[in-house]
């Protein structure tokens, strides 16, 4: 990682049904973070795609966890396509991207740092949510 004086960027890609509660959310980040060592204090910020802008559960997570939320369209996200490690049509036919948790999360990663950007965690999901975690590549050479 960069040395110690600077934090590394670690940013939180989301995806969810209509209507995912607010705890669903964070169970999911909680399980996946603690499974890797990583807590809530680590993460720079927190990314969906744009047709979810409206979603209570994303907006009320930003605002508990005092994240900014930064929102993709599917375009912006069609060139991340090659780094993700899932494919699913069905978030392709609700979003017109395959996989909306690893591409924001990417994505994001990427605007903040100006570099290209690799996943440290992949997709989880659970009944309702998806999540991934990515980072610029920088941070770790």
Request: proline residues 4%; charged residues 20%; negative net charge.
């Amino acid at each position: 990682m960069k040395n110690g004086a600077e934090r590394p960027i670690l940013v939180i890609g989301l995806g969810c049904q209509r209507g995912c509660p607010v705890s669903v959310l964070q169970g999911l980040i909680e399980v996946s973070l603690l499974e890797h060592r990583l807590a809530l204090s680590d993460i720079t910020a927190l990314a969906s795609i744009d047709v979810k802008s409206t979603e209570a559960g994303l907006l009320e997570l930003a605002e508990h966890l005092a994240l900014p939320l930064t929102f993709f369209s599917s375009d912006e996200l069609t060139r991340f396509e090659p780094q993700l490690s899932h494919r699913s049509q069905i978030a392709f036919d609700s979003t017109g991207c395959y996989g909306v948790a690893e591409s924001t999360a990417l994505a994001m990663a990427a605007r903040l740092s100006g570099a290209p950007a690799t996943l440290l965690i992949e997709r989880r999901n659970s009944s309702r949510a998806t999540f991934a975690l990515a980072s610029p590549l920088q941070e770790f050479q």
